[in-house]
T-cell receptor
Framework: NAGVTQTPKFRILKIGQSMTLQCAQD?????MYWYRQDPGMGLKLIYY???????DKGEVPNGYNVSRSTTEDFPLRLELAAPSQTSVYFC??????????????FGPGTRLTVT | GENVEQHPSTLSVQEGDSAVIKCTYS??????FPWYKQELGKRPQLIID?????GEKKDQRIAVTLNKTAKHFSLHITETQPEDSAVYFC???????????????FGKGTHLIIQP
């Protein structure tokens, strides 16, 4: 299993540009998450999904959109990029049923710079 | 929403000594508390977690304690080694009706430095 994969690894955007960060997992996990991590800080939840077709906002959703059309993929869309969105973005997934383990497995991250 | 405070922000200990990192949370509905280790430029990796129906959990040199009444939990690392040097994050979440965690709220992290 490749686990959780993210593309691209690095990206530089100009202010106002848009892009999609890709996230995929091959572990048949039902829950998927997007976090951002600013320098020297903890991770903050952007959006999460409990299954295909279901998404919900986290702590910092403004400026982002998500979709979950398949179990495997959970792309994050940035519209009109702003310097405040410069961050490292981590995707994570977990397989959760009642009473099961709750561990979230993280992807390697995408380092995004908006200038 | 949930708020997680973590202390200290930096902790320097001699190799072989113990390290303790403390976190408090605000939402009494939180019932899942993982600890992650993150090395520079790498992804966070789970080192131990605890649910609110358990007061303490141990895995070799690592232990976590939870006080639900006081809403705080702590990470204890004994016999520290150079490879323990990293940033450690505590987090809190509640388990939803589907049995999964509805997203983690993280503390700001503790930079643990092991002095040789």
């Amino acid at each position: 299993n490749a686990g959780v994969t993210q593309t691209p690894k690095f990206r530089i955007l100009k202010i106002g540009q848009s892009m999609t960060l890709q996230c995929a997992q091959d572990m048949n996990h039902n829950y998927m998450y997007w976090y951002r991590q600013d320098p020297g800080m903890g991770l903050k939840l952007i959006y999460y999904s409990v299954g295909a077709g279901i998404t919900d906002k986290g702590e910092v959703p403004n400026g982002y959109n998500v979709s979950r059309s398949t179990t495997e993929d959970f792309p994050l869309r940035l519209e009109l990029a702003a310097p405040s969105q410069t961050s490292v973005y981590f995707c994570a997934s977990s397989y959760s049923t009642s009473g099961s383990a709750l561990e979230q497995y993280f992807g390697p991250g995408t380092r995004l710079t908006v200038t | 929403g949930e708020n997680v405070e973590q202390h200290p922000s930096t902790l320097s200990v001699q190799e072989g000594d113990s390290a303790v990192i403390k976190c408090t949370y605000s939402d009494s509905a939180s019932n899942y508390f993982p600890w992650y280790k993150q090395e520079l430029g790498k992804r966070p990796q789970l080192i131990i977690d605890i649910r609110s129906n358990v007061g303490e959990k141990k895995d070799q040199r690592i232990a976590v304690t939870l006080n639900k009444t006081a809403k705080h939990f702590s990470l204890h690392i004994t016999e520290t080694q150079p490879e323990d040097s990293a940033v450690y994050f505590c987090a809190a979440s509640s388990v939803d009706s589907g049995g999964g965690a509805d997203g983690l709220t993280f503390g700001k992290g503790t930079h643990l430095i092991i002095q040789p």
